[in-house]
């Protein structure tokens, strides 16, 4: 069903409408479905023309097409550097003309204007934001057809559009690689598989292998108990170090509330509390520096 039908029918209802005012309910629910099960009638708009915003159907194109999936967590209407992101990269024709020879555009908006997204979009952004774990906007992700990631880039960095292109698709390097070890891991067995699961996922993203591939560090780990070949200590570090991570970031937003609340000696505190959690993290490095400036 294409955007003229449901027009039609819309209009039609309208009619319908002014002679029969018993069945005004009726056609608002009838209008009501056919925009929800169309997610992507406004996905060719001034800002996202050639985007889908079903992921299924980016799945379904994804495997015809045999593409991966470029999909953008956003905030279009009141997000900054997600309007960065779009003016300098995602709305050039560099991106439009060189972006879809490996890629199928799928963007998951959550504005502030819910009437800029339908409400099957608001639902498919809630599951899919809590699945693949995004904190923040813009983010993007790099998935093969099934929806599985291999890359993640969180906010805008002011890349020009041709570097920020090239290095989306070098990216494509990466699903190639996990596959082949995957399928190699396939006909192995014990600590030999757990090497070869582990060149599967060594190229992907420490912090994307260890929130979105579980299963297989957790057969890595199983595979190598003994830790014959190093594997098993490897990712429970990675993992403890990841858990210390969350820790600090708590810890420094419980900071921040008590300073504004004009707590300082609180904040002060939690601050320090936070370096020593994870002292070589960006934000434990950052910490001394806040602590200067704000607590002299």
């Known amino acids: 069903m294409d955007i003229e039908l449901i027009f039609n029918t819309c209009l039609c209802g309208i009619k319908i409408m002014k002679k ?76 439009k003309n060189e972006i879809t020879k490996d890629f199928i555009l799928l963007v998951l908006d959550n504005p502030r204007d819910k009437s800029l997204v339908t409400d099957a979009e608001q639902e498919q952004y809630k599951k899919l934001s809590a699945q693949y774990k995004v904190t923040g906007v813009p983010t993007v992700f790099l998935a093969d057809a099934e929806g599985k990631p291999y890359h993640k880039q969180v906010g805008y960095s002011g890349d020009p559009a041709d570097k920020w292109v090239a290095n989306a698709r070098g990216k494509v390097k990466v699903l190639a690689q996990r596959d082949e070890f995957f399928a190699q891991a396939s006909e192995a067995k014990g600590v030999e598989r757990a090497k070869l699961l582990e060149k599967a996922i060594s190229g992907i993203d420490s912090a994307v292998a260890l929130a979105l591939y579980g299963d297989t560090i957790d057969e890595i780990i199983s595979l190598d108990a003994d830790d014959t070949a190093g594997l098993k200590g490897k990712y429970a570090e990675l993992r403890q170090g990841a858990i210390n991570e969350a820790k600090q970031k708590e810890l420094y937003q419980k900071s921040y509330k008590l300073f504004q609340a004009g707590d300082k000696e609180g904040a002060k505190k939690l601050l320090l509390e936070a370096q020593a959690v994870a002292p070589k993290t960006r934000l434990g490095q950052q910490i001394p520096k806040i602590l200067e400036t704000n607590f002299k």
């Open 20 to 95: 029969r005012n018993k069945q005004i309910g009726m056609i608002v629910a009838v209008v009501a479905l056919l925009v929800s099960v169309l997610p992507n009638v406004q996905a060719d708009d001034k800002h996202y023309e050639g985007w889908v915003r079903s992921f299924a159907e980016a799945k379904e194109l994804a495997a015809k097409e045999g593409k991966s999936i470029l999909m953008e967590f956003t905030g279009s209407d009141w997000c900054p550097p997600c309007k960065a992101l779009h003016k300098n990269v995602l709305g050039t024709d560099t991106f």
